[in-house]
Structures are given as structure tokens and as C-alpha cells.
């Protein structure tokens, strides 16, 4: 069993940077792969960023890519997600998930077999 908590959303106005974590416990924690999903209201959930055990291989969507950056010290047992220039559609509640390097980070479906945590919500305002 793995558990997820993550924290440092906020509001904040365009343009402006915000660093999440997802501090994670639990036997398996530092051997599985890590990701951040999103949800805006309206919206299904997607995919922003993972990174595999190590951290050293990461993947973002293209809509983050280049203002997003996903990074994990395993020794604290903490994923973070360092968010620059944000923008209004960058809105949504954040969540961290942890699990299979494929089926999480490379194909991007989660399945009740991964670990999720509780989100925190990230507003920015134009």
C-alpha cells in the first residue's frame, strides 16, 4: 500500500510559479514510477507529468512542456512539480499518483491499481 499527500496549491496570478509535492509512504514508494494528473471542472482528468523510479527519464504533456518541471528525491520520499509562467487554463485540481512505470507515465492510463492522492487545488487568475 502506498499513500500520497500532496501539497502547495494555491492562487495565484498569470504568470506567476507555484511548486507542488507529493510526499508518498508505503513499501513500494521509492521503486515506483510518479506522475502528476489534473482535473479543471467540466473536464476528464489528464495527464501533465511522470517520471520513472529514479527520476532520471521524465515525459510532460505538450500543453506543460518547456513551463513544467517533475523531479523526485527519493531519499525524502517526495515528488515535486515545479510550475513556471502559469496561465488561467493551467486551473484544476492536481493530483499525484504513484505505480507501473508503462501503464502510468509512458501510456498515461491509470487503473485502480495505481495510488493516488487526495489533490490539491491549483487557481490562476487572469
Known amino acids: 500500500q502506498v499513500q500520497l499527500r500532496e501539497s502547495g496549491g494555491g492562487l495565484v496570478q498569470a504568470g506567476d510559479s507555484l511548486r507542488l509535492s507529493c510526499t508518498t509512504s508505503?513499501?513500494?514508494?521509492?521503486?515506483?514510477?510518479m506522475a502528476w494528473f489534473r482535473q479543471a471542472p467540466g473536464k476528464e482528468r489528464e495527464f501533465v507529468a511522470g517520471t520513472n523510479w529514479s527520476g532520471g527519464t521524465t515525459y510532460y504533456s505538450a500543453s506543460v512542456k518547456g513551463r513544467f518541471t517533475i523531479s523526485r528525491d527519493n531519499a525524502e520520499n517526495t515528488v515535486y512539480l515545479q510550475m513556471n509562467n502559469l496561465k488561467p487554463e493551467d486551473t484544476a485540481i492536481y493530483y499525484c499518483a504513484a505505480g507501473n512505470y508503462m501503464r502510468l507515465v509512458v501510456n498515461r492510463s491509470p487503473n485502480e491499481n495505481d495510488y493516488w492522492g487526495q489533490g490539491t487545488q491549483v487557481t490562476v487568475s487572469s
Open positions: 508505503g513499501r513500494t514508494s521509492s521503486g515506483s514510477a
